[in-house]
């Protein structure tokens, strides 16, 4: 049998004065041993339920008496609205049958008591419990507003025919550097797991011009913020014959369409989490200033941050830098120094690479690093000597120049990342159902 009612619907109003089965989950619970009160819980809502002994008989009072927080149950009875009642409806129920019971004797873990009381912290106790902490309110809803943030980036990419496309996650290369890089024993040999999705896309490049994926990718990050996990979901895109403006054009029009679709769709979990939905709004509808990365670090100097010419942003300064922007800004031009082979050298002054990060404002920093890719083989080639790395990863990707080259770009899009800054989530684990990070892999 497949749901059909949603208390969602209920709360809408779709269904008052009428008789209709609820399927669900108990939230609270409470009353005499004449009437109990049920709150019940589903996907999309929650409602009361005024449970009489009269109306449903002893024996299933009884039961429905002793079923604890998170019992599953179906429960059948009318619709009345009711202005005084949560969400302006309730059910006068006329029958219910428990489907999943919980035992007495370990009753649902999470509690305010038990999360105060917990030997770690808080934190930790929920991270511990993470697989039934899904269930409150607060997670659900930011799994669903999750859920449309790759649904928006899906469409985007798709409505401008963008070929999905799917790369190994095993490699035997880095794309970010050695010292991130996950080491997997495999037959006897050493491979890692990939840090992106873009040198097998730039393979793929000369035969399908415009594609994207989301996929995970995995970063050994040993420093914690809150904005790095070990693996996460990079949605990436590369486009054959752009430039680094046009690469930029689609990174502000893929997170503003993410805000856009957000607000649409999920303002009412965004307010239940206390965003502030007029920023979406504006992160929605205002373009997207780009300042070089040089007038980046004199306003850091000026601001009296301990920051050289050369040095790549890390966390801490991108954050001074992003406190008090308005809407997320690009910054591009970036020092070849602080950049792998692959970030194609500015033609008009070698000393820059023609790249670009999206960096997010309220002291959020960095939600996208993309730009133009080192096309000509010759180039390529230099570059891989400069920095000393080894061309025998790399031969296929070498190949990709050897055969055609042409100029082509393309950014690489922290969806957790978005996911936490747009929804306000004070640590990127929060919007992701279960976190990895340098000390935890489970549950
Ligand atoms: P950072 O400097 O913050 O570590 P990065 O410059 O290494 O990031 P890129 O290699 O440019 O990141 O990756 C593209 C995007 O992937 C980043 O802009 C970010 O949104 C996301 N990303 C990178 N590393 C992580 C991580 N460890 N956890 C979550 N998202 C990440
Ligand atoms: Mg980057």
Redesign the pocket.
């Known amino acids: 049998m497949v749901k059909t009612i949603f208390i969602g619907d209920v709360q809408a109003g779709k269904y008052d004065g009428q008789e209709v089965e609820l399927m669900g989950w108990v939230k609270r619970s409470r009353g005499s041993n004449k009437i109990r009160f049920v709150v019940l819980r589903d996907s999309t809502g929650v409602i009361q339920c005024v449970v009489k002994k009269d109306a449903i008989g002893d024996e299933s009072f009884e039961q429905v008496k002793g079923a604890l927080i998170e019992s599953s149950i179906k429960i059948t009875g009318m619709i009345n609205a009711d202005e005084r009642a949560d969400g302006g409806h309730e059910m006068v129920a006329t029958s219910i049958v428990i489907v999943g019971s919980v035992n007495p004797e370990h009753p649902f873990p999470i509690t305010e008591s038990a999360m105060k009381a917990a030997d770690g912290g808080e934190t930790e106790f929920l991270l511990d419990n993470r697989h039934l902490y899904l269930r409150t309110s607060r997670m659900t809803a930011m799994l669903q507003m999750r859920s449309t943030v790759f649904g928006a980036i899906h469409n985007y990419f798709r409505d401008l025919d963008f070929t999905e496309y799917q790369a190994p996650n095993f490699v035997a290369g880095a794309v970010?550097g050695g010292s991130t890089l996950f080491e997997v024993p495999y037959f006897g040999k050493k491979v890692y797991l990939t840090?992106?999705w873009q040198l097998y896309a730039e393979a793929a490049m000369p035969a399908l011009e415009r594609l994207y994926t989301i996929a995970p990718?995995f970063?050994a990050?040993k420093s914690r913020t809150r904005?790095?996990?070990?693996e996460?979901w990079?949605a990436e895109m590369e486009v054959a014959w752009a430039t680094n403006d046009e690469i930029m054009s689609h990174g502000e029009g893929v997170v503003r369409k993410i805000a856009g679709d957000l607000l649409e769709n999920r303002s009412t979990e965004l307010e239940s989490i206390g965003r502030d939905l007029e920023l979406v709004a504006r992160y929605a509808d205002s373009p997207y200033p780009r300042m070089r990365y040089d007038e980046a670090i004199e306003t850091l100097q000026g601001m009296g941050v301990d920051v050289e010419w050369g040095q790549?942003l890390?966390?801490s300064k991108e954050k001074v830098l992003t406190q008090d922007f308005d809407v997320p800004h690009f910054l591009t031009h970036y020092p070849k120094i602080a950049k792998p082979f692959y970030h194609r050298v500015d033609p008009d002054e070698d000393k820059y690479v023609l790249c670009h990060?999206l960096l997010a404002p309220e002291g959020y920093?960095?939600?996208?690093?993309g730009g133009e890719r080192t096309w000509s083989e010759a180039e390529l080639l230099a570059r891989l000597d400069e920095e000393g790395t080894d061309k025998a990863a790399y031969q296929f990707y070498i190949d990709t120049r050897s055969y055609g080259g042409v100029p082509h770009g393309g950014f690489?899009?922290?969806v957790?990342?978005v996911c936490s800054w747009l929804t306000g989530a004070d640590h990127?684990r929060e919007v992701i159902p279960f976190p990895r990070d340098s000390r935890r892999v489970s549950p």
């Open positions: 970010e840090q992106s990718s970063r990050e904005r790095h996990l070990t996460f990079h790549d890390d966390y990060d920093g960095e939600i996208i690093g690489g899009l922290g957790d990342r990127i």
